[in-house]
C-alpha cells in the first residue's frame, strides 16, 4: 500500500494525500457520529483527469474507493469501512462553476460545489436552482445527485433527478465517460445518466454536472398553520393546489414533539396553540405575483373546512426565517436528545394518517414511553419517522431495540405499498433492509447492473446493495 500512497501523491501532490490520523479524522464519520470507519488514506483530486488518475490506480492496486462530498447523508454512504483498506476519494477541491448560460437555463457545475453556492450563482443572474435542504451550506452538487436528494421543494420541481441534464462520470476503472450535454430532448438510446443518479458512489464518481435552472421566484408568501390531524394535512394539499396551482412550493409537516424541540432552542412559535400538528406553507410566483392574497383565501377557506386551526402568516423576511427555522431545524434539534434512531419513509399522501395511527401504539406496546418526532415534506407523502429514547433508557439499551422498533416502521410503510426511503438513500445503514422488502427480481435486476460497470466490485462497496 506503501506504493499506492506514493503514486497518488506523484498524481495530485502529495499535499492532497492525506494519512495523518489527525487529518483523517473529520472524513472517517458522519455529521451525526452514528457510522465511523477508518481510511487508508483520504485523496483530494483538483480535476477530472486528477480523479479518473486516482481511480485507475486503485482500480489497478484492487483498492476500494468512497466517495465524499459534504459528509451529511443520512445512512452512512460516505463513511468508509473500519479495515483501514479503503480509500475516501473527497471532491471537495472540485468546486468550479464551469458555465452558467441563462438563455438556455442551464448551469454546469463540479462536484464540489457546495449547494448553497450553486443556488447563488443562479440568483446572480436572475433564476433559480430549486432543490432546497436544511443541509444546503454544506452538501454539494455531487453528493445530491448521488443521493438523488428531495428537501422542501420537491411537490413543485421534484427531486434532484429532475434537476440533472447531464453527467460527466469517472468510471470504476478510470475511464472518464463525458455526457455533460445539456439537452432538454436525447433519445438516443438508453438514459446512462439515470444509472448514477441515486447510485451513491456505487457505479462511479460523478465530477461534473449540467443542471437546469427555473425562472425566479422573488414574490414569496409564507405561513406557520395549526392543524387538527395528520388527515387533515394531506386534505391541506388540495386546497393549497386548488388556490395557488403552481405557486404552491412548500407544504411541510410538523408533530408536536418536533416542534417543542425546536422552541427549546430558542425559535419562537408565533402560534402557542395545543394542536398536535403543525406546518408550513409557502406559495412562490414571479415578480408581481400577488401569492399574498392566494395564501390568504387558500387558509380561509381551509379554516372553514376544519382543516386548519391557526394560522401565522410571516410579515417579513426575517419573520419568514423564524417560520422556515420551526420545520428546518428539527433534525438538529433532534440529536440534542441522544441517539436518533431515523425512518425516511413515503406512502402515498391519502395513507399518511393510516400509517401514522396505526404507528404509534404498536411502538409504545414495544417499547414503552419511546418518542416519535415525527416531521417531514407531507406534500411528498414523506415522513421521517424519528424515535428519541424514554427517559429511563441510557442511548446503549435505546439502541438495542433499533431492529425491533424499525422492523415497526417499515413492515406498516411496506404494508401500505410505500418506500423504506423516500429520499434519504440506503448507504450502508439500509442496503440489507432494503434488499430485505424487494423481489429477487428486483435485486437481481441491481446487482447485474453493478456488475456491469463495476466488476472488480471496488466502488463504495457494502453501500446501497449488501455485499455477499
Ligand atoms: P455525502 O454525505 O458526502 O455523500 C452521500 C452519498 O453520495 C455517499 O454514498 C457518497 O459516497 C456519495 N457521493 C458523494 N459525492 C459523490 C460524487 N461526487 N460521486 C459519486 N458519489 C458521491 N436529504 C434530503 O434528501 N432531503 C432533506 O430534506 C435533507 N435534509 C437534511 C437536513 C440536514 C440538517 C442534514 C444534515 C442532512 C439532510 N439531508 C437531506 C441529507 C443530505 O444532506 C443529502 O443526502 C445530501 O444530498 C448529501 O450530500 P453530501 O454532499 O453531503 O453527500
Ligand atoms: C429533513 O427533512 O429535515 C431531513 O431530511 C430529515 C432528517 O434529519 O431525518
Ligand atoms: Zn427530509
Same mark, same amino acid.
Given at each position: 500500500?506503501? %506504493?499506492l500512497i506514493?503514486?497518488?501523491?506523484?498524481a495530485?501532490g502529495?499535499?492532497?494525500?492525506?494519512?495523518?490520523?489527525?487529518?483523517?479524522?473529520? @472524513?472517517?464519520?458522519?455529521?451525526?457520529?452514528? @457510522?465511523?470507519?477508518?481510511?487508508?488514506?483520504?485523496?483530494?483530486?483538483?480535476?477530472?483527469?486528477?480523479?479518473?488518475?486516482?481511480?485507475?490506480?486503485?482500480?489497478?492496486?484492487?483498492?476500494?474507493?468512497?466517495p465524499?462530498?459534504?459528509?451529511?447523508?443520512?445512512?452512512?454512504?460516505a463513511?468508509?469501512?473500519? #479495515?483501514?483498506?479503503?480509500?475516501? &476519494?473527497?471532491?471537495?477541491?472540485?468546486?468550479?462553476?464551469? *458555465?452558467?448560460?441563462?438563455?438556455s437555463?442551464?448551469?454546469?457545475?463540479?462536484?464540489?460545489?457546495?449547494?448553497?453556492?450553486?443556488?447563488?450563482?443562479?440568483?446572480?443572474?436572475?433564476? &433559480?436552482?430549486?432543490?432546497? $435542504?436544511?443541509?444546503?451550506?454544506?452538501?454539494?452538487?455531487?453528493?445530491?445527485?448521488?443521493t438523488?436528494?428531495?428537501?422542501?421543494?420537491?411537490?413543485?420541481?421534484?427531486?434532484?433527478?429532475?434537476?440533472?441534464?447531464?453527467?460527466?462520470?469517472?468510471? +470504476?476503472?478510470?475511464?472518464?465517460?463525458?455526457?455533460?450535454r445539456?439537452?432538454?430532448?436525447?433519445?438516443?438510446?438508453? %438514459?446512462?445518466?439515470?444509472?448514477?443518479?441515486?447510485?451513491?458512489?456505487?457505479?462511479?464518481?460523478?465530477?461534473?454536472?449540467?443542471?437546469?435552472?427555473?425562472?425566479?421566484?422573488?414574490?414569496?408568501?409564507?405561513?406557520?398553520?395549526?392543524? +387538527?390531524?395528520?388527515?387533515?394535512?394531506?386534505?391541506? $394539499?388540495?386546497?393549497?393546489?386548488?388556490?395557488?396551482?403552481?405557486?404552491?412550493?412548500?407544504?411541510?409537516?410538523?408533530?408536536?414533539?418536533?416542534?417543542?424541540?425546536?422552541?427549546?432552542?430558542?425559535?419562537p412559535?408565533?402560534?402557542?396553540?395545543?394542536?398536535?400538528?403543525?406546518?408550513?406553507?409557502?406559495?412562490?410566483?414571479?415578480?408581481?405575483?400577488?401569492?399574498?392574497?392566494a395564501?390568504?383565501?387558500?387558509?380561509?377557506?381551509?379554516?372553514?373546512a #376544519?382543516?386548519?386551526?391557526?394560522?401565522?402568516?410571516?410579515?417579513?423576511?426575517?419573520?419568514?426565517?423564524?417560520?422556515?427555522?420551526?420545520?428546518?431545524?428539527?433534525?438538529?434539534?433532534?440529536? *440534542?436528545?441522544?441517539?436518533?434512531?431515523?425512518?425516511?419513509?413515503?406512502?402515498?399522501?391519502?395513507?399518511? %394518517?393510516?400509517?401514522? /395511527?396505526?404507528?404509534?401504539?404498536?411502538l409504545?406496546?414495544?417499547?414503552?414511553?419511546?418518542?416519535?418526532?415525527?416531521?417531514?415534506?407531507?406534500?411528498?407523502?414523506? $415522513?421521517? @419517522?424519528?424515535?428519541?429514547?424514554?427517559?429511563?433508557?441510557? +442511548? #446503549?439499551?435505546?439502541?438495542?431495540?433499533?431492529?425491533?422498533?424499525?422492523?415497526?416502521?417499515?413492515?406498516?410503510?411496506?404494508?401500505?405499498?410505500? /418506500?423504506?426511503?423516500?429520499?434519504?438513500?440506503?448507504?450502508?445503514?439500509?442496503?440489507a433492509?432494503?434488499?430485505? @422488502?424487494?423481489?429477487?427480481?428486483?435485486?437481481?435486476l441491481?446487482?447485474?447492473?453493478?456488475?456491469?460497470?463495476?466488476?472488480a466490485?471496488?466502488?463504495?462497496?457494502g453501500?446501497?446493495?449488501?455485499?455477499?
Amino acid at each position: 500500500m506503501t %506504493d499506492l500512497i506514493a503514486r497518488l501523491g506523484e498524481a495530485i501532490g502529495a499535499s492532497h494525500v492525506l494519512t495523518d490520523p489527525h487529518d483523517l479524522a473529520s @472524513y472517517s464519520v458522519d455529521w451525526r457520529g452514528a @457510522y465511523r470507519g477508518t481510511p487508508l488514506a483520504v485523496v483530494r483530486p483538483g480535476s477530472t483527469a486528477e480523479v479518473s488518475e486516482v481511480v485507475r490506480l486503485a482500480h489497478d492496486s484492487g483498492v476500494a474507493i468512497v466517495p465524499q462530498g459534504g459528509n451529511t447523508g443520512m445512512c452512512g454512504g460516505a463513511v468508509p469501512s473500519d #479495515d483501514g483498506s479503503q480509500l475516501v &476519494l473527497s471532491l471537495n477541491r472540485m468546486r468550479a462553476i464551469r *458555465s452558467l448560460d441563462a438563455g438556455s437555463a442551464t448551469i454546469t457545475a463540479e462536484a464540489g460545489v457546495v449547494l448553497q453556492e450553486l443556488q447563488s450563482a443562479a440568483e446572480s443572474v436572475g433564476m &433559480l436552482f430549486p432543490v432546497s $435542504l436544511a443541509a444546503e451550506g454544506s452538501c454539494t452538487v455531487g453528493g445530491n445527485i448521488s443521493t438523488n436528494a428531495g428537501g422542501t421543494a420537491v411537490l413543485r420541481y421534484g427531486m434532484m433527478r429532475a434537476q440533472v441534464l447531464g453527467l460527466e462520470v469517472v468510471l +470504476p476503472d478510470g475511464r472518464v465517460w463525458d455526457g455533460l450535454r445539456s439537452l432538454r430532448k436525447d433519445n438516443t438510446g438508453l %438514459d446512462l445518466k439515470q444509472l448514477f443518479i441515486g447510485a451513491e458512489g456505487t457505479l462511479g464518481v460523478v465530477t461534473a454536472a449540467v443542471l437546469a435552472l427555473q425562472p425566479a421566484t422573488p414574490s414569496r408568501a409564507t405561513a406557520w398553520v395549526s392543524l +387538527p390531524s395528520v388527515s387533515a394535512a394531506a386534505s391541506l $394539499l388540495s386546497v393549497l393546489r386548488e388556490h395557488a396551482g403552481d405557486w404552491l412550493s412548500t407544504w411541510e409537516l410538523v408533530s408536536r414533539p418536533a416542534l417543542e424541540l425546536v422552541v427549546a432552542h430558542g425559535v419562537p412559535d408565533p402560534l402557542t396553540s395545543e394542536a398536535d400538528w403543525f406546518g408550513l406553507v409557502e406559495l412562490a410566483g414571479p415578480a408581481g405575483a400577488d401569492v399574498g392574497s392566494a395564501l390568504e383565501d387558500a387558509l380561509g377557506a381551509a379554516v372553514e373546512a #376544519d382543516l386548519v386551526l391557526d394560522a401565522a402568516i410571516a410579515g417579513s423576511a426575517s419573520q419568514r426565517t423564524g417560520l422556515w427555522s420551526l420545520r428546518e431545524r428539527v433534525s438538529e434539534a433532534q440529536e *440534542s436528545l441522544g441517539p436518533t434512531i431515523k425512518h425516511d419513509v413515503s406512502v402515498a399522501i391519502s395513507s399518511l %394518517d393510516d400509517l401514522v /395511527s396505526r404507528l404509534a401504539p404498536a411502538l409504545e406496546a414495544a417499547l414503552p414511553g419511546v418518542r416519535p418526532v415525527i416531521y417531514g415534506h407531507v406534500g411528498d407523502g414523506n $415522513l421521517h @419517522y424519528n424515535l428519541s429514547r424514554p427517559a429511563s433508557l441510557d +442511548p #446503549d439499551e435505546f439502541l438495542a431495540h433499533a431492529a425491533q422498533l424499525s422492523t415497526l416502521v417499515h413492515d406498516a410503510t411496506v404494508a401500505l405499498g410505500g /418506500s423504506i426511503s423516500a429520499e434519504h438513500g440506503l448507504g450502508s445503514g439500509k442496503a440489507a433492509t432494503a434488499a430485505s @422488502y424487494k423481489s429477487d427480481v428486483e435485486v437481481d435486476l441491481m446487482r447485474a447492473v453493478k456488475q456491469a460497470l463495476d466488476p472488480a466490485g471496488l466502488m463504495n462497496p457494502g453501500k446501497v446493495l449488501p455485499l455477499q
